[in-house]
């Protein structure tokens, strides 16, 4: 039923886009689509519809899409709404020599923490709705209903993928030359090819922004992002979105350091630029549908009003309603939505329409599911928790009463076994001092079968192993 109806809406979709655009260009078919067949025959002709670089929506992209948002609403039911996801972000802040600058309200290539946790916080006023400014900026009682807290929060990573503590949290500084990479700004065809390549960390853990200069073709780019994995897909770099999903060396956000954090920029000065971007990297379509200034194309989202073009500068500083040739009646358009193009100043909001998608991304894509358990943003511990020099060997496993706890230690050492149940009880202990280990014996036989965790702690180690007791 859903998917008939689905296929039927993005072909008028596309019919209705084949009539605006004459002289548009054929998309070449290059992904394996298999969720859905059906639809790959109209994909084969798919149009694509751009301005300023912007690309069209990905007929196919965009089926496996509204499955993955029917499936997470199906599933999510009233548990939906208390998730809140927590993401660890890293700026990679890849400059040509520059030293970390020192002012708090100017920024240099090399941009000191100040300009990053200025970033951060911005990130997750914008994403919980706690940004200050939606009042002056949305006076429509529909935008105000419809406007909301996306509850997805972002971390300053604390560790490396090596383990290393970070000087900085959230910043990993490189020097362009010392990962191979030449010139001194670049053109999104480098970046992709290159420099992210060369300076990603796990993307399954980390959400990666490039903080950079923009050059060559693409010189004045404030951001561009990499939309989420839905199936896999080869649509060109194009704009400011590289492809519909793509490689993992390539996911996050490209960003060019005069717009990033709370900066001295006249226009894109309040963080926003990556507001919108994550917006694009967690599945989101820009607001008036990529159609030029048509009235056909869609964001895919219900909630937005249908709008013409772009907005640019702030069509009104006090929230007032403005309307366009596709909506012209009060509300008007959502120029004050992220996902447009207006200054940041007044993009002030997301709504519940594009909420569902993000949410939906965050609950089945790679790349994005995995983030929300990363432990990137707490230092661990001094305990080793896997140390290879400490040898815990359980036999038999599974037992019926006896276990047999041999231990190898290195050095003598004060340390204690604890046999723990699934409910965190601990149901019995053996306490040694200045010991090397040895084999201890355990009786567990007037314990209830079941599972439990044997755990091996002294001041600086510790080993949980598994066993069942029948
Ligand atoms: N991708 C857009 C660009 O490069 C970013 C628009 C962000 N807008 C803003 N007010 N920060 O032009
Ligand atoms: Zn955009
Ligand atoms: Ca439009």
Redesign the pocket.
């Known amino acids: 039923m859903r998917k008939t109806f689905t296929t039927i809406s993005l072909t008028i979709g596309i019919l209705a886009s084949f009539a605006q655009n004459n002289n548009s260009k054929l998309q070449k078919k290059t992904n394996n689509f298999t969720l859905e067949n059906q639809i790959s025959k109209i994909e084969e002709s798919e149009p694509v519809k751009r301005k300023c670089g912007t690309p069209a929506l990905n007929s196919s992209y965009e089926e496996a899409f509204q499955a993955m948002m029917q499936k997470n609403e199906q599933f999510a039911n009233g548990k939906k709404s208390a998730v809140v996801y927590n993401i660890p972000i890293i700026f990679h802040i890849i400059h040509t020599g520059q030293a970390v600058g020192t002012s708090a309200t100017v920024p240099t290539r090399n941009l000191n923490a100040a300009f990053i946790n200025s970033q951060i916080a911005a990130l997750n006023a914008d994403y919980r709705k706690l940004n200050t400014d939606f009042t002056t900026y949305v006076t429509q009682s529909t935008f105000i209903a419809n406007s909301s807290d996306i509850q997805i929060n972002f971390c300053a990573a604390k560790v490396s993928p090596t383990g290393a503590t970070l000087a900085e949290p959230g910043i990993d500084r490189v020097l362009a030359s010392s990962k191979s990479l030449t010139g001194t700004t670049w053109s999104m065809s480098y970046i992709e090819s290159n420099v992210k390549p060369a300076t990603s960390w796990d993307p399954t853990k980390y959400y990666n922004v490039f903080v950079l200069e923009f050059g060559g073709a693409d010189a004045g ?4 992002a990499q939309f989420p994995t839905v199936t896999s897909s080869g649509t060109p770099t194009i704009g ?1 979105l590289a492809g519909f999903g793509g490689a993992a060396n390539t996911d996050g956000v490209a960003l060019d350091w005069h ?1 990033t954090g709370l900066n001295n920029d006249g ?2 000065n309040k963080g ?2 990556l507001t ?2 994550t917006g694009h990297w967690l599945g989101l379509y820009h607001i008036w549908g990529d159609d030029g200034s048509a009235c056909s194309g869609s964001d895919n989202v219900a909630d937005t009003p249908n709008q013409g073009g772009e907005n640019y500068t702030c069509p009104s500083t006090n929230g007032a309603v403005v309307t366009d040739a596709c909506s012209s009646t009060s509300p008007g358009v959502n120029y004050q939505n992220y996902m447009d ?4 100043k007044c ?1 002030v909001m997301f709504t519940a329409g594009q909420k569902a998608r993000m949410q939906a991304v965050m609950a089945s894509c790679a790349r994005r599911t995995s983030l929300n358990t990363s432990t990137v943003c707490t230092i661990p511990n001094s305990i080793d928790e896997n140390n290879s020099n400490v040898e815990m060997s359980l036999f038999p496993n599974p037992t019926n009463g006896e276990l047999n706890i041999t231990i190898d230690l290195l050095n003598a050492q004060d340390f204690t076994i604890s046999v723990i149940n699934t409910l965190g009880q601990t149901v019995k202990e053996v306490k040694q001092t200045q010991s090397n280990g040895g084999t201890i014996k355990i009786d567990l036989s007037s314990n209830s079968a079941g599972v439990y965790f044997v755990t091996l702690k002294s001041k600086t180690i510790s080993k949980t192993k598994r066993i069942i007791l029948q």
């Open positions: 780019t404030l951001g561009y400011d717009y226009t894109y926003r630029t919108h971007e193009y207006s200054d940041d993009m």
